[in-house]
Antibody, heavy 120, light 107 residues
């Protein structure tokens, strides 16, 4: 059974750095053709892909947010961490982590999401 | 940056066929997936690699891509299919991009 779960602060202040952790089970990020990514969704708005780390530690970032994002993996802990700098109220959103699989590179398993509010 | 365009809303009567489109430059050269999201829930992939369906997804869901437009088709639409639907494209250069989403109403 594959599961993913996001954890991190529910409230951050403007200009602070957000750190979110995705803890997963049921698969390994050492397995070829697998990646773990982050997607966010502001309240009432569309999904937005942020970043992804592949099994071979290759990393991809959304062009519009690249300068603010860092994604890392810890295969021994089955965790993927996303950091986003200089948070702003417009970054208020539900943040999801999801597994991507090399068959169309779709996101086939998703976490429940965590709502992060940016406010002073 | 690469963009995908979806209609904001689509309405369909129960038992009829719903079609949701997604357009983007050279979309036919990318892998397209479709996700269903119900209120308060995480997205679920219903079609991937343009026209493949996960085993747990009903056969009434199908996808196709021609030129710059991908289409999600729901045959014999049921009330339970009412949800937001998002297309997503992938290729090695643009990576992952989501469309703006389409709200499907079954009435």
């Amino acid at each position: 059974q594959i599961t993913l779960k996001e954890s991190g602060p529910i409230l951050v202040k403007p200009t602070q750095t957000l750190m979110l952790t995705c803890t997963f089970s049921g698969f390994s990020l050492n397995t070829g053709g697998v990646g773990v990514g982050w997607i966010r969704q502001p309240p009432g708005k569309a999904l937005e892909w942020l970043a992804l780390v592949y099994w071979d530690d290759d990393k991809r970032y959304s062009p519009s947010l690249r300068s603010r994002l860092t994604i890392t993996k810890d295969t021994s802990k089955n965790q993927v961490v996303l950091t986003m700098t200089n948070m702003d109220p417009v970054d208020t959103a539900t943040y999801y982590c999801a597994r991507a699989y090399d068959s169309g590179w779709r996101f086939d398993y998703w976490g429940q999401g965590t709502l992060v509010t940016v406010s002073s | 940056s690469y963009e995908l365009t979806q209609p904001p809303s689509v309405s369909v009567s129960p038992g009829q066929t719903a079609s949701i489109t997604c357009s983007g430059d050279e979309l036919g050269n990318k892998y397209v997936s479709w996700y269903q999201q119900k209120p308060g829930q995480s997205p679920v992939v219903v079609v991937y690699q343009d026209n493949r369906r996960p085993s747990e997804i009903p056969e009434r869901f199908s996808g196709s891509t021609f030129g710059n437009t991908a289409t999600l088709t729901i045959s014999g639409t049921q009330a339970v299919d009412e949800a937001d639907y998002y297309c997503q494209a992938w290729d090695s250069s643009t990576a992952w991009v989501f469309g703006g989403g389409t709200e499907l109403t079954v009435l």
